[in-house]
Every structure is written in C-alpha cells, then in structure tokens.
C-alpha cells in the first residue's frame, strides 16, 4: 500500500520530489540535530491522488492521523484541547520554490474553547491569544473558503484608525477580541455558516486547500513563467506551532548564509521582534536588520549564526532560512537552497571553489545562460545627474524605466500595449504575479530582502527596490509621493535594483560590465569587478569542457566582427534574402519580372559584384573560421507590391488618364505570382529552380568572394547551404550545377567549398539518408521545421491562441522558444541517425533560434550535433549552456 505520510525523522533532502522541497528540508535538519518544530509530511503522491480524484485517496486520513497522534504525544498536548491546546500550521512545499504561490494556514485548532487556554500557556497573554485567533479566522477565511482578504483587512484598518494608530501592536487584547467577533461575522457572511470549532476539522479543509492550491491562477503562472512542470503537485507539512509573537523575547525571522543580491559574505536577513512567521516575507512592517539581533538576543543570535554555518556546510551551498524565537528558544522553520540574482550566482559558485567546497564542474552546474543573460543587460548612466526621489533596498539588481503604475491589472494592460511600465506597490503579494511579470521593475514601500516582492523578483530576474518607505502609496488615487513630490500613475521613473535608487524620469543607460568583457574591452585580469572577473573563470571552464562549437546567425560584417569578439566560432546561418533589401529590391524585382533570358542576366550581372562585396566582407572578419551561406530563401512577395495596393494604384492611374505601363505588367507579375501561402510556397530550393542563373550567381560570388580573400592571405571556409530542400533530386540538381561554378572559378586557390542542406521540411528529416548522399553537412532550420511539423505559422498563432495553449497546459512552453522534445525533436534525431550512417563526415549544425536556448542546447548535445548557432548576443549564453551540458553528461559523446 502506498505510503502518504512521513514523520520528519522518516525522510531527508534527497526525497524532495516526493516530500516537496520544504518538506525534505526540514526531515533533513531534523536528522542533523537541528531544533525542528516536530511534524509530519503529506507527500506529492497524496496531492497528486487528490486532485486526479477529487477526495482524498485511500488510508490517507489514517496515516494522517496515526501521525498526529505521535505528534501530540511528543508535544504533550491535544490538538485544539481547551486547557492546553496543540496548534499546527499547515504548509505548501512542492519540490521547486514557488515563493508564496501557494496557501498557508497558521495556528489551526484554535476555538472559542481553547484560546483561553492558549493564554494560560503564554503566561496569561491575552494579547497573543485574541491575535492568534484573528489570524486563524483570517487565513483560513481567505485561503480555505475564499472569503475576500480585503474585507479582513478593512476590519483590522478601522480597528486601528479608532485606536489612533498605524500599529498592529498597538491593539490590546480587547480590541482584538472584538476584532475576532467582526472576522467571524465576515466569514458568516460569505460562506453561509459559522467559523468552524472542530479542529480536526480545521485541519482536514486546510490539507485540502494546500492541495487545490497547486492549481491556483497565480501558482500556473508562476509555474509556466518558471518552466515548472505542471504535473508535480505539492506536498503538505503539518508542524507544531512556534509563536514569535509571544512578547519582546520573541520573534521571527529570514536569514541568507550569503547577501542573494550580490554574493557578499557575512550576515544578511531581516528580524522582525514579535512577529509571526507571515508578518516578514508579506512586508507588512517593515523589519530591522539580522544583525540587530545580537544586541536584542545574544544568546539566540549566537545559535543562528553557528546554525547558519552549520546549513551552508551541509548543502555546500548559499542558504535561505526562516527561523522563530519563542521566549529566547531558536526554531528553525525552513531552509533551502536560496535564491539569488544572476550576479550573486556566478560571484558564489566562484567563492564556494576557492573555499574547496565545489569543484569547477559543479560551480558551472550552479549557474546557467539565463543569468548570464541578465547579466548583459544595460546598466543606467549617472553622468547627468538624474534627479534622485529616494532610495530603498535594492532587492534585485538591474535597470529598469517605465511608467508608474499601481496594480497588476493595469500593468499587463500597459505592457500587452507595448509600454515600460514600473508596478509600485506597498507591498505585493501573490495576487500581483501578473503585475510582475509584465513590469520591467517593481518598487515597494515596505519589506525588505526577504519580502515577497524581493524573493520573487530575484526568481524572475527583474529588477526590484523594496522598503522605500520614505514613499506613501496612494494606490486608490493612483499616485505616490515622497519629498514634496507627487508622482502620478503614468509618469515615468527610473529604478535601479543595485543600489536602491529612485530617479525622476528617464534615466540613459550603458553597457554592462559584462558585454565589455565579451566585446573585450575589459581584461578580467585587470577588472576590479568581482562579476567579471567570475564570468571569466566559469566561461573558460565551460568553453574547455563543451564538445558543442558555437557560430552565430550575421548577415553583415559588423554582425560578424561582434559574434566573433563574443566567441562564436564561425557563422552557421548567413541569410543572403537580407542582402537585397533597401537599394536593392529593385533589382530583384527587375529579376523576377524579367520577360526574357537577357534581361534576367542583365540583372543578375549587376548583383553579382554586390553579392561578393558582401561575402568578402564577412570573410575577412570570419577569417580562419567556416562561414555557412544560405542560398536566397525569401516568399516572393517580400520584393514585389502588395497586390491589394498595386491593383489600387492601376485603377486610379486609368481613371486619370496616366501612363500605367511600367505597372500594368508588374500587377501582372505580382497577379501571376500571388500564393495564399507563401511560406509553403515559391522559395528556397524551389525560386533558386525556377528562376535559371540566380542560385549560379550566389554560389559564383560566394566562391569569388572566398578566392579573393584567399590571394590577401586569408583562409575562407565557405560552406554553401541549400534551403526547404525536401527531395534528394532538388539539391543534386543544385549541386550538379554549383560544382561546376566552383571548379571554374577555384582552380589553384586552395579553396574548400563545402556544399550543404538546411533540414527544414519534415519529409526532409525522415528521408535524411538519402539526401545525405549528396549533402557534407546538416543544418536544422528548427524555426521551419517547427511551423511544418505543427502546422502553424509563427507570425500568425503566437497572438492568437498560444496564451489558450500555455493556460490548458497543452504548452508547458512556447515551441518557438525551446524545442519541442517529442515531435520536432525526433524528427531531428532520425535525421541525425539516418544522416550518419549514410555518410559518416555529416557535418550536423542547429541555425534556428533554438540554438540560443539554453534547454535546447542540452538536448542538441544529446543528440550528437557538432554546432549550434544563435545571434551574437546569445553566443555567451550558448558556450555556457554547452559546456553545462558536457559536464552533466561527463563530457560523453552520445553520437
């Protein structure tokens, strides 16, 4: 029969995808000594049951209460028992991080009965009851029976305006025992009956609610925004309750054995005295720094700080941990791997080597290419010395300008509209992902490095500022002001999560430090950055342990000269389409209306030289190193006049009398050669067919190009590639004729002259041995063979129903963006096998975007490819997430 429950001493980190990841931790701490709240786990495969289900699986309320049965053994107490009640909090914990995703509820089995019993055990605390009962009714309201938490916060609002204050804490029991009548009446309200008094019963809907949880609106989001599988459930964790809201000597807090932010060494996190759990990460008040706590409470200071060193030994790792004091007593309520922006990450991985800790393979594992990514984005420019309002805690770094909005609906209108827009907010919770995700920065009034806007901000990459609390939002009257200034919804501001700051305006930006690296220069040798000089190390591990070369996808000379500096070892896709648009379009279009044979070679004759200027430039910059030309593959209609408008223009031209000539016979041409699909139409293989001498001189200027280059000295390696092939017969008909321009104009230069196919066309994939006869090397068009093989067209369905897709789950992800295992996938492995075993040599490359993304260069070094190619600026990230991949592989070689 299969096990749902685990008492903490039963399981340990490594059983994360089965006990979430909150749930081995602390089964984990608790069997390496730590003080642990006692409790117990209810695992995935409950909550997996449950929701397949919709009741609870078999033998689960017994193993739950066999389990709560030792736990109040252990404790000494009942659950909810009037003279001295057992309380628990019930807690999400799926086996990634989805910070605050998922629901909550502290302080269950507390009643009308036991919470004056409660106060016995504090010693007579009214206080501390009557607030923990509010809670309760609160979190349980909102989370379990979906009672708005807005009108539980207009209660607590209107206690504390009648009591002159702002404070929580200034409440007194009295108070708060009225408070709790009013949550009641609330919850009456909207669920029709009465808060529940059964505290089994509390604990049975609160299970359940943790488990529908995993498939609330904001959780799927954060989910597909993280690339989380959809299919994982969470886990529940039951633990005895700990209350650092018991007085002075208690409280609650979030500690980092690392600064998340940059990778600095020393004592990070935030305290908050008389506190429970929830008040930090929500950001409600605003918290002191974790060193405070040596002066309020040496001797529990003292304990974190050894506790601390003892996790970060332990996972070998920077640490995140949330910890409660009860009456000078240290719990230790989580810990985790934590999370930290892209510079910390690099900064860390680099420290933990130098400390002997990792070695060089697991700290390039530690970090991936959509950090590195970040990491090359703009930083601002303070030259002009922008007009500074204020400055918060810079919880993730970055630059970010926008417009000031104030709640997350209008931020994603704002930005499905095209603008920048900064999310200001006192605080968010999970309500606002949306809003967050669709922000290029967020800026809070209140909470620190651990509030829920910091954790989730540096999770996403986006640039964050919390606690500027010299701000006060007005978010009804959509604006904020700060010293004498008022900034309105739509004005734009400037936020910069490094240093905390707040500009008016618009503020320039520059380059990164890190882009200087790659563009070199900046020597790391000689950079007093810590970032740099850790790029460095990590890159040059990755370069020495990836089998994968890296190209890029140029077009220009320029492109070239950039790709290279960024360590792209050749080109893999040169468009040549690109070539022959601006001046040169008529040109072209003088070609495709040629009516005769000379007027075709009259424009031909003048492409020619501009096509070999064209190629001896990217030669010269590509020296040494193989460059990969695509043969013209553009629809036709991309040189000639919309049909609609030339048709437009004729008529007009008739009704007044002018000459219309010259356009009558284009509209004829345009007429003659409309598609309703273009991109299943004239291009590619079958334009350089159909149109005699055009695909001659490309692959004429192609080789005049490279022997000229090699007569100044250089070494050309020119690779000629052949498009939307999907018949042996087309590229053999090419080649036949391309092989007899190179032999003329080649002769005794030395020139090599590799001759190629794009595999694009599913019926190209799957008949791969045969066109490797006549093919030196593959490259996969995975944009085209994506489109093909779902049958959609990317510039039509991404706006239209991909959103309805990703939200059914049909798409964990877009697969445009990464590669599409399963279908594209393997059409791609059954042209590698088939291509190789036709002809050993087969040279295998990637050109599509997927080159440059990170998950799909893993799987194209699984399946054996030799290259992968990208736009320069992913080149970094592409020789990072190669070398990542050799070394989870150990470097093998799976052709």
Known sequence: MTKFVYGFSEGNKDLRDLLGGKGANLAEMTNIGLPVPPGFTITTEACRAYLDSGHQPEGLAEEIATHLDALEASMGRKLGEPGDPLLVSVRSGAAFSMPGMMETVLNVGLNDASVDGLSRQAGGNDRFAWDSYRR??????????????????????????????????????????????????????????EFPQDPKEQLDLAIRAVFESWNADRAVLYRRQERIPTDLGTAVNVVAMVFGNLGSDSGTGVAFTRDPASGAQGVYGDYLANAQGEDVVAGIRNTVPLQDLERLDKASYDDLIRIMATLEEHYKDLCDIEFTIERGKLWMLQTRVGKRTAAAAFIIA???????????????????????????????????????????????????????VFDALTAKEKAAAGDDVILVRRETNPDDLPGMIAAQGILTS????????????????KTCVCGADEIEVDVKGKRFTVAGKTIAEGDVISVDGTTGKIYLGEVPVQPSEVVRYFEGTLDPAQAGDALVKAVHRVMSHADSRRRLAVRANSDTGVDSARARRFGAQGIGLCRTEHMFLGDRRELVERLILAATPDEREAALAELLPLQRADFAEIFREMDGLPVTIRLIDPPLHEFLPSLEELAVHVAVAHERGQDVGRDEKLLAAVRRMHEQN????????????VIPGLFAMQVRAIVEAAVLRAGEGGTPKPEIMVPLVGAV?????????????????????GVE????????VPRAALTAGQIAEAAQFFSFGTNDLTQMSWGFSRDDVEGAFFWRYLELGIFGISPFESIDRDGVGRLVRIAVDEGRRARPDLKLGVCGEHGGDPDSVHFFHDVGLDYVSCSPFRVPIARLEAGRAACESRGSDSR
Request: hydrophobic share 40%; aromatic share 4%; with cysteine.
């Open 350 to 404: 680099g420290q933990l080597v130098d400390e002997g800790v990792i070695d060089l393979d697991e700290a390039l594992h530690r970090v991936n290419g959509a950090q590195l990514g970040q990491l090359m984005f703009p930083r601002f420019d303070l030259s002009g010395r922008p007009s500074q309002l204020t400055k918060g805690v810079g919880a993730s770094p970055g630059a970010a300008v926008g417009r000031v």
């Open 729 to 749: 017969q087309e590229l053999e008909t090419v080649r036949t004729e391309a092989e007899r321009i190179i032999a003329e104009v080649v002769a005794d230069s």
């Open 753 to 760: 002259v590799l001759i190629g196919t794009m595999i694009e």
């Open 136 to 193: 309760l009714i609160q979190m349980f309201g909102k989370t379990v029976c979906d009672v708005p938490g807005d009108e539980f916060e207009h209660a607590i609002d209107a206690a504390k305006r009648a009591k002159g204050s702002e404070d929580d804490l200034d409440l007194d029991a009295g108070d708060l025992r009225g408070l709790v009548d009013e949550y009641k009446a609330i919850f009456a309200k909207h669920t029709g009956r």
């Open 678 to 689: 273009p991109m299943l139409g004239l291009r590619g293989v079958r334009l350089g067919l």
């Open 446 to 461: 209140r909470g620190g490095k651990t509030s829920h806007a910091a954790v989730v901000a540096r999770g996403m990459g």
